[in-house]
Nanobody, 127 residues
Framework: VQLQASGGGLVQAGGSLRVSCAAD????????MSWFRQAPGKEREFVAG????????YYADSVKGRFTISRDNAKNTVYLQMNSLKPEDTAVYYC?????????????????????WGQGTEVTVSS
């Protein structure tokens, strides 16, 4: 399984950015996907998740109402639309999946529950 994240960059506070993650090596439409982030000096944390069909989404409280996760199963790609960005959103953003998300009706929020990770894309929000 290979995950390739892209779309990071520098944006001013209040701005928007969309990051993408292209997947290869799995039947993408059968698995859930998550985004995590890791700020300098902090642990990696869950940001958002989406189930295999796109019918269920999950968000950290810190991003609820500002970030939207979506997926295009025809393109094997998951997206994270980030609006109203704040300096505290500055981090490296990682996409992740795991075999346990196969048609899963529950969700997984811990980093050690995921075996497959993208390389990360850096998002910097200036004040």
């Amino acid at each position: 399984v290979q995950l390739q994240a892209s779309g990071g960059g520098l944006v001013q506070a209040g701005g928007s950015l969309r990051v993408s993650c292209a997947a290869d090596g799995l039947t993408f439409s059968n698995y859930g996907m998550s985004w995590f982030r890791q700020a300098p000096g902090k642990e990696r944390e869950f940001v958002a998740g989406i189930n295999w069909s796109g019918g269920r989404t999950y968000y950290a409280d810190s991003v609820k109402g500002r970030f939207t996760i979506s997926r295009d199963n025809a393109k094997n790609t998951v997206y994270l639309q980030m609006n109203s960005l704040k300096p505290e959103d500055t981090a490296v953003y990682y996409c992740a999946t795991d075999l346990r998300t196969y048609y899963s009706t529950t969700w997984y929020y811990k980093t050690d529950e995921y075996d497959y990770w993208g390389q990360g894309t850096e998002v910097t929000v200036s004040s």
